[in-house]
């Protein structure tokens, strides 16, 4: 990386650790290269996929989260449908995935998780729960127990 005229020369060094989850990587930096911190986590160029298992030949693949659709509670296994119209599964409960939130999937009942940016409209609907349209042409009712956060996602 270039800085003001400088080059920065970075070395990386590889530590494992079985106590460190297993979906993250710690980076350490000295205290003045902080500045550095942004341009170094741009240049790795993440991509948001999930892995999902296809259920006609049980081949494990990648999407992008921005292609998730849809996903339905089942047992240890969830069902993920895309905006194409694909169905496959994904490994965990809804409780696991919550923390796709943070891409805009939020959980609107105890059964389904929705991706937000698939939402056209939302309207009131009885004992304090929301009715949402999407782009597909479905409506959801999302419970009362959820609305709020779905709500201020949707404003």
Same mark, same amino acid.
């Given at each position: /990386?270039?800085?003001? %005229?400088?080059?920065? /020369?970075?070395?990386?060094?590889? &530590?494992?650790?079985?106590?460190?989850?297993?979906?993250?990587?710690?980076?350490?930096?000295?205290?003045? $290269?902080? @500045?550095?911190?942004?341009?170094? *986590?741009?240049?790795? $160029?993440?991509?948001?996929?999930?892995?999902? !298992?296809?259920?006609?030949?049980?081949?494990?693949?990648?999407?992008?989260?921005?292609?998730?659709?849809?996903?339905?509670?089942?047992?240890?296994?969830?069902?993920?449908? *895309?905006? $194409?119209?694909?169905?496959?599964?994904?490994? %965990?409960?809804?409780?696991?995935?919550?923390?796709?939130?943070?891409? $805009?999937l939020m959980r609107i009942n105890?059964?389904?998780?929705?991706?937000?940016?698939?939402? *056209?409209?939302?309207? @009131?609907?009885?004992?304090?729960? !929301?009715?949402?349209?999407?782009?597909?042409?479905?409506?959801?009712?999302?419970?009362?127990?959820?609305?709020? &956060?779905? @709500?201020? %996602?949707?404003?």
């Open positions: /990386m270039v800085n003001e %005229g400088r080059l920065l /020369m970075i070395y990386l060094e590889f &530590k494992w650790d079985l106590k460190q989850a297993i979906d993250k990587a710690t980076i350490t930096l000295h205290p003045d $290269n902080k @500045k550095y911190a942004s341009k170094i *986590t741009r240049s790795f $160029n993440f991509k948001d996929q999930v892995e999902v !298992i296809n259920p006609k030949n049980e081949r494990r693949l990648k999407i992008d989260i921005s292609q998730i659709y849809l996903i339905e509670a089942m047992d240890h296994l969830s069902k993920l449908y *895309t905006v $194409n119209n694909q169905v496959y599964y994904i490994r %965990g409960r809804l409780k696991d995935l919550e923390k796709l939130a943070l891409k $805009n105890n059964s389904t998780i929705l991706n937000m940016d698939q939402v *056209t409209e939302f309207k @009131k609907a009885t004992y304090a729960r !929301i009715e949402v349209h999407t782009k597909n042409a479905e409506s959801f009712i999302v419970s009362r127990h959820y609305a709020k &956060k779905v @709500k201020e %996602g949707l404003i």
